[in-house]
Nanobody, 115 residues
Framework: QVQLVESGGGLVQAGGSLRLSCAASGSTFSIDAMGWYRQAPGKQREWVVLITSGARTNTADSVKGRFTISRDNAKNTVYLQMNSLKPEDTAVYYC?????????WGQGTQVNVSS
């Protein structure tokens, strides 16, 4: 089992920045990738970014060049640095951890970007 705790959401003006954190606990040795999804009001959950245990990253086109994922292995924590935020980035952001084919989820953190 893996538990995930997110932090760092909030309200920011368009063009601003936020950093989200996701701390993993439990069977962290079994995690092969971590990342983020987001869900805007009335929309389906959308994959955003991931980082593998080998530090390889992949980023959705919608946020490429603006969002960066990183990890601190000693703290079992991943970070999502979000720059040049746009109102369309407003969503609940969910951290996830992948163990083989199973996804574990955080509780979600709200990000609101005002125009």
């Amino acid at each position: 089992q893996v538990q995930l705790v997110e932090s760092g959401g909030g309200l920011v003006q368009a063009g601003g920045s936020l950093r989200l954190s996701c701390a993993a606990s439990g069977s962290t040795f079994s995690i092969d990738a971590m990342g983020w999804y987001r869900q805007a009001p009335g929309k389906q959950r959308e994959w955003v970014v991931l980082i593998t245990s080998g530090a390889r990253t992949n980023t959705a086109d919608s946020v490429k060049g603006r969002f960066t994922i990183s990890r601190d292995n000693a703290k079992n924590t991943v970070y999502l640095q979000m720059n040049s935020l746009k109102p369309e980035d407003t969503a609940v952001y969910y951290c996830y951890a992948r163990v083989v084919t199973t996804l574990y989820w955080g509780q979600g953190t709200q990000v609101n970007v005002s125009s």
